[in-house]
């Protein structure tokens, strides 16, 4: 049986990702997936959907409100797969007792530096021209894996190059563990 794979959306959901279905096209037949569009589990409904207007409703209460949601719909242990807003959502959500066996973020916003790492296996992949990248020093301290890549910003998750790449991370792990003895 294939392992669960939960994905979460950037704080725009559905409603800008249809970069979304190549990272499903990829990993689908390698991984039970259920997604979560984050901004729906964030209870945000705006009229007028700006970035700066998403991530104020996030700030104000959304992210509590997502948080809650995914701890109230997932009970297994898996690993997660996650996208700006749904990095802090699901990092924020295992330290709080969500089970997670691994959690691959790429530019989750506003982590909490200060606050201890969620126990699981964490990769951190940034675009060097993101807003706040965490430092060499911070992800060795925590343990955290970080990856940063040079000349891509805070979406680099649509770039079908980043799909790939990330991808392929998913895939090898997933065959690695299936030939463990």
């Not at 559905?14 to 499903?24: D, E, F, H, Q, V």
């Not at 924020?92 to 699981?120: E, F, H, R, T, V």
């Not at 040079?150 to 799909?163: A, F, K, N, T």
Request: with cysteine; charged share 20%.
């Amino acid at each position: 049986m294939a392992e669960k794979l939960i994905i979460l959306s950037d704080m725009w959901g559905s409603k800008k990702g249809l970069w979304i279905t190549s990272y499903l096209g990829y990993l689908q037949q390698y991984f039970d997936i259920q997604y979560h569009d984050t901004q729906q589990l964030a209870g945000v409904d705006l009229i007028v959907s700006t970035s700066e207007n998403l991530y104020e409703a996030f700030n104000n209460g959304g992210m509590e409100t997502a948080i809650a949601q995914l701890l109230h719909k997932e009970k297994e242990p898996c690993h997660y797969l996650t996208f700006c807003a749904g990095g802090t959502v699901a990092w924020n959500a295992a330290l709080q007792g969500l089970p997670m066996k691994s959690l691959y973020a790429i530019s989750p916003i506003d982590l909490p530096l200060d606050a201890p790492k969620p126990d699981c296996p964490v990769r951190l992949l940034f675009g060097e021209k993101d807003k706040v990248v965490p430092s060499g020093e911070w992800a060795i301290s925590k343990g955290v894996s970080l990856e940063v890549l040079p000349q891509y910003g805070h979406e680099l998750y649509s770039d079908e190059m980043i799909v790939q790449k990330v991808c392929l991370r998913l895939l090898e792990s997933a065959i690695h563990k299936k030939f463990q003895l």
